[in-house]
């Protein structure tokens, strides 16, 4: 297929080349859309890339794709939609996906989703906040045993720094609006992890598990095609 | 004397009562005040509560306070003055102030002259950031035996959460305006440390090194009453 | 129990040793648990601190304790849940939870469970803002007995500061949601109460009732153990 | 003269017809103009008001000025330049001028300048602040026998809302860009002041002496013309 | 009545003082209040002061009012309750509130609401924006008949700066959080306020159609007391 | 008409003069209003101005304008109502709608029947963003063959700037407040445009698809007048 | 010259097929550029395009372009380096650049020599601010007999709308960083702007009058080309 | 050397374990440090690691450094020092640093001597800015070549969101704080990057090089140690 083609769905051009440029297929950022459009869409990437990722999707999205697209799953708390033509293969590497608390669920839920989904494995590893700091380091070995690290952190921006200190994997960090007052929908987790003296932690965008998954997907890539 | 008193000096009303309502005497805060005023409320201080502290002082000031009270000394990095009638007893208690970076140090000096100034002990403690965390775990013993800590951080707002779940004593978290980019002036260290999961720990102002040191104080003289 | 032990629960790593290591035992932050998860902790907890305390917690999280700790207690306006093994000593001292106004209530009250859970006498004084400052002047000597004072207030970020220059006692100021237009969800009490100029007040997070409560136990705890 | 009248200076259309429309004269905010510009306005408004009044100015600018009209004069710390041909009358009434510390003097300065230039009599009370409330009980008669009250007060944007509790009179706010960290160069002070629970509280922008004095001498007119 | 005396109704200290103090009675801040709360505070008012004014009050809350003080009155789009034990007098002047749209209505209507309260003639002129500008050049002179003006804008900041231009008595501005996108909630019109160039404006909280009353109310009572 | 004229509707003078003074009659902003206001202010325009154009409008407000003009259309996702005396003139030139996604639909809908209400050719391209730029680029000469460019665009405010250096025609960039965690409701999208490094480009607020419309049809006039 | 086609000159890629794909030369913005640089991208531009545009250019920059282009120009107060092989022709239309105030004058020299550079009569009309609103209405025919309207203004971002208010031509508003304290570098006009109910005004970058004049060229040239 | 070791320098405790732990030895940050404490951090990095890296340098600093590691070299537009004690190898891959403009070689410089100290080769890509997207399709081979991308952008924070929908390869985005007007000091370029709708783009801080750098040679590492 052609890198640079598309597909017209309804309201919408699919881009059936993504996968040759960029090497996952192009993925369904459900909110906002119809579930017509939604399910539109999925048709054209169960053809053309044989697999389904759908985002921040509705249950009301999730019925109009299973119409169409009868094991299509839904993950109700990682708000995710997905569909395999086959199980993927899941030799692409192994990315932890440290969760300061319980509340943080939901978005490294769609982490762990997006890499299963990618076919790399992922280890949820949960309840680990630096104001209890001996949870994290009981589980430094399995953490510094994964190609990458994933750090889903909301009132507690401060842990992708503490991991950072301990392990010698790129470190991904995800802030969640999650927490009291002034942590303004996630700004105060997002300006923190920016400004972590840990160096080597990059941020994506508050409450994106997938950004931080696809990241995390383009290394294990590299690392396991060799 | 009366605890609502006052004294006029040049362009200012000190408060000469404070030291019987609040425990402490008034403190200058220089900034944006002319040499001439500093120097005329150092006066009135000397003379009614025998101890004299200007913060954010420049050294010109310093010399107009020198001019009349020739005893007065200038702390350069910490940016205060300070002048004692006698030396202050020392036993009232002892304070860490824990510091993330070498960078912190003017904010930290400017939290132990105040502490010294009202007859506390301070014991200063740089260097210890969350980026190498065995660095902080090897001070915890001479941190948790003093009576309150004060934790000074710029980048890293997230050391007060990591010694609050160590130690069981009162933290003081004070953000400073040391930083790369998305720290905009402290903001960045001050959300990450009202955000902190680590209970217990409160916050004062943007390199508010004295206000810090002022609230520690208040505890230890409580402490050391009785 | 080692104090850097932890037991798992559902999807949760119980920090049992926090006791030990903090002087009290971990708290429930219910927001984004579901009912079953605080159920579980709850349990736990129980088993191993004798004391549970809930905070943000909702009735139907409350309904899934009680069906499992029967006597657990809901405190609505508060939204806190409750359970002790034993009454608590309340040999802990003394905090006054000092108001601005009525709309202030659910934080006030968080904080009073709070102090409660943890055996220290709450007084709790309502409606002294400072638009009526002759009101705060008769509740004067009430508050300065007390051992610490928490100040709760929302468009009135000036109360901290006015309380600190009246009391030779620590000040911790909780800045509230509550309020017109240009408060910005309680930005602007939080930094009014930051800029304070009554010296030695420190603040905790927006409307965060416990934080304050935790750290004014943090301070009568070492008063009353002398 | 006609009150949509104009005339061409330098660079500028000086609206000659304001104060016969507005009840007060064009006002030069010096700060941005060349000297030469400032002049130029300067001489128009001489000769068809009667006074000229430049706020923001330098002293280059004053230079330029008093070149051609010798008369003028420079008031360094409140950084305004005025010129009047004749002595205002002073029977428009009485503002008081209420600074919460000697920082905010600038601030003041322009205040009491432009009300004296519109002939109201100015009463400037400093170093009132919360912080010890007492010096403000002290002059509470002599503020509220003023017809308006202008507090200006930078870190602590408290004091607004105190006096309006305790006077009958309008109190006009104007937050100062004096402060330690957080205050956001006046941002939390304007904030504070917005959110004042003291009913009748008015706010102008931040460090905006003349706007405040200007509003007042709106008051006294209408008071003092019956 | 001692201008310093308290009422204590259900969880509030009513302060029956403020009424000599300041010159008008308290008013009740409905928002966060349970009903019973409201009733039980308007009850003290209506006994000590004769005249009750609820803001930002639901229907719930009149429905207890009601129950206690049956003539209580409630005016649904400007969200207040209002109960007088007699007509107030009207002889207090005069006040325009004038409005850049229809969506600004329910906040001009607590100004209005508010100012007949407290026995002040409200005359509302509604939709003079100044993309239309000769709407408002056609309402000036009614308008520069009243003793104060309030003009009540959202999207439209700019029309306050252009009132105070065209005529010569004070105006008081309140932002309102109507608007597209980038309003930010009433931080728009609030900045643009505040940055006016029209000289004389000052400004009230976003929304705050009683402040604005209040202070409008405070002028026109000195100005027909003599 | 005179181009000063207004009437009055209900609650609302009507700008009937707009038509003669900028080109285009008055268009109605529904929020805020009720049914009934928006039905009064729709026959005002239907028979003044022969066209009547409501954005932002509720079906409700439809059902109370159908009541009086029973051919007004709804648009639903773009959330307007219009009704034409006549099927206005299409010769008035011809604005593309470019973007980013389907999820910026709503907006880019109310560009549309804007540009359609004043007899302006709309031409909708959708699913456009920067992520696969070939798609843009194989739409690159349908683009640059209209006389102007609207380019609609929520968390790729890079549209725009790309846009604009591919072609020659103005480009008008619509933030929209579609997107995850740190678009802060449109923020993010509004600062890259109006920071984009494509020269030529301009912005109007957030989710504003009708100010774009309005400004990209004020520049087709002057083209077809010729 | 191919559109797609660029020539490296020290330490960047000049754009050189830019005059073919947009219509217009690219421009030097010089702000952080080394002067040498500065002078070897104006090298190839004045041999490839025949026309040099240097904005935030400093004296020293335009130095060492004066050095390889003697006749290049520079305009001090607006900050630009220009250099044309040839007289550009003037019959590209006209634009209006309005004025709120003498201190807004560097921006809008920027944007008249953009303007004049591109061939394009620029006619300046300043201190039109809407606190005297005659002296804009006594301007308002020059200001529609003009192509289109650029309107800069600082405080007063009230200006656009009401000059979109009285013409039929697309209006561009620039905001500018002038003002007294909460104007923040800009913002507030930015924000007035963007909020502005005149339809059809659009926005550019604040201080950017290059920005505001490239898109005036570019309508201008679509009107005059016919 | 123990992974949990560090050595005191002074006011310094340098973590010497950090190579064993994290892969790479500590770096000096160096802004807020004086030249004599940089010096002696220097000393104990180049005895225990054999490599010094300090970012944010001033010539002062490095002119102590030198006099005690004579071979240190100092980068002046990146503002960093370095010392090597051999060559270090090369052999740990490639990095490609890509640059929207010129104005941001100080940033993407620091970037490239920090890969290089790490021994990974860095190919500088400048000027390819989206404004003229055919400048960046010339080099798309020569960047999807590289294990990693950075992309430096400071206006334009468009850019990386482009590069990614090019590669196959990680990218990491640095912010600048290059830019007019409504850029604040970067914040418009890091919101764009972080809403970028380019999947697989991980964001730093602003400014930060060192950091990208850091992040790119800890997956570059992975990759070339199998």
Redesign the interface.
């Known amino acids: 297929m052609n890198h640079?083609s598309?597909v017209q769905a309804e309201?919408?051009?699919v881009?059936t080349?993504?996968h040759g440029?960029?090497?996952?297929p192009?993925?369904i950022?459900c909110?906002?859309?119809t579930a017509s459009?939604v399910a539109s869409i999925s048709v054209v990437l169960a053809h053309t890339a044989g697999v389904v990722l759908g985002t921040r999707a509705s249950r009301q999205q999730f019925d109009a794709v299973t119409a169409v697209l009868p094991e299509a799953v839904f993950h109700e708390r990682a708000r995710c939609i997905t569909w395999n033509q086959a199980n993927a293969s899941s030799d692409n590497g192994k990315v932890a996906v440290v969760c300061?608390?319980?509340?943080?669920?939901p978005v490294a839920g769609e982490a762990v989703v997006t890499l299963e989904t990618f076919g790399v494995e992922a280890m949820l590893i949960?309840?680990?906040?630096?104001?209890?700091?001996?949870?994290l380091l009981?589980a430094r070995d399995d953490i510094n045993a994964c190609?990458v690290i994933i750090v889903v952190a909301g009132?507690?921006?401060?842990l992708p720094?503490?991991v950072?200190?301990?392990?010698?994997?790129?470190v991904?960090a995800v802030?969640t609006?999650?927490?009291?007052?002034?942590?303004?929908?996630?700004?105060?987790?997002?300006?923190?992890m920016?400004?972590?003296?840990?160096?080597?932690?990059?941020?994506?965008?508050?409450?994106?598990g997938?950004?931080?998954a696809?990241?995390a997907a383009?290394?294990t890539?590299?690392?396991h095609r060799?």
């Open positions: 640079a598309f309201n919408a051009r881009d080349g993504r440029r960029c090497g996952f192009e993925v950022f909110e906002g859309k459009e300061a608390g319980t509340s943080d669920a949960t309840d680990v906040g630096v104001a209890g700091i001996h949870r009981a190609d009132m507690e921006g401060a720094g503490v950072a200190g301990l392990v010698e994997k790129p991904i802030p609006s999650v927490g009291y007052g002034a942590n303004f929908g996630g700004l105060a987790a997002l300006l923190g920016l400004n972590s003296c840990g160096s080597g932690v990059t941020v994506v965008n508050i409450d994106n997938f950004g931080a696809y990241a383009t290394i890539r590299l690392l060799k």
